[in-house]
């Protein structure tokens, strides 16, 4: 059965810190790695990993991949309160689309 | 990326009633799927929902309790049937549009009483 870990569970920090958000994993015919940041309920698409160590890049957010260590890290630079969320990460591991979730690590920011 | 809809965005319902969410995306996609989050809890699969067949279930979800119908490749509905306060969870659809991408509706918050 696939499954993905993700640590810490909870994180607060203060308004300019950088954060680092871990995920690990174990599935069968891995496809990809998706980062997603919940807040409310619906959860928004970060970033698809499929290739290792290329990182990917999106304002202060940036993730990269080693499929070697089956981990993939989330990182964000100067972290502000509207970071503040659920971010999740999950494996897509076999070819009609079931995403397995880990069970998120929640950013508290305060100003 | 898509524009997806859910109908409702939140209920409140009682004991051995039945409530029928819909989903709707603003392009025409392959893949629809629909999720539970239970309270506290992350994101589990409870099916796929194939255009023109039955959806195919993930094991701890059966058809007569979560039925699903998808008349065509924008359209989908998740039924909770005979609904129990274990029932009480957000429940998403998402959409795969292109690649492995998946996005997500903006969930429907179900409350049992």
């Known amino acids: 059965e696939d499954k993905v870990v993700q640590s810490p569970l909870s994180l607060v920090v203060h308004e300019g810190d950088t954060v680092t958000l871990n995920c690990s994993y174990e599935v069968t015919n891995f496809r990809s790695l998706l980062w997603y940041k919940q807040e409310k309920k619906a959860p928004t698409f970060l970033f698809m990993l499929?290739?290792?160590?290329i990182e990917k890049k999106s304002g202060r957010l940036s993730s990269i991949l080693d499929k070697k260590e089956l981990f993939s890290i989330l990182n964000i630079t100067a972290t502000q309160t509207g970071d503040s969320a659920v971010y999740l990460c999950a494996v897509l591991g076999t070819s009609y689309g079931k995403l397995t979730f880990g069970q998120g690590t929640i950013l508290t920011v305060h100003p | 990326s898509a524009v997806i809809s859910q109908k409702p965005s939140r209920d409140i319902c009682q004991r051995g009633t039945s409530l029928t969410i819909q989903c709707q995306v603003d392009?025409?996609?392959?893949?629809m799927f629909w999720y539970r989050q239970q309270p506290g809890q992350s994101l589990t699969l409870i099916a796929t929902a194939n255009q023109g067949s039955e959806a195919t279930y993930e094991s701890g979800f059966v058809i007569d309790k979560f039925p699903i119908s998808r008349p065509n490749l924008t359209f989908s509905t998740l039924t909770v049937s005979n609904m129990s306060p274990e029932d009480s969870s957000i429940y998403l659809c998402?959409?795969?549009?292109?690649?492995?991408?998946?996005?997500f509706g903006p969930g429907t918050r179900l409350t049992v009483l």
């Open positions: 998402s959409a795969q549009i292109n690649s492995d991408t998946q996005y």
């Open positions: 392009s025409q996609v392959t893949m």
């Open positions: 499929t290739s290792s160590g």
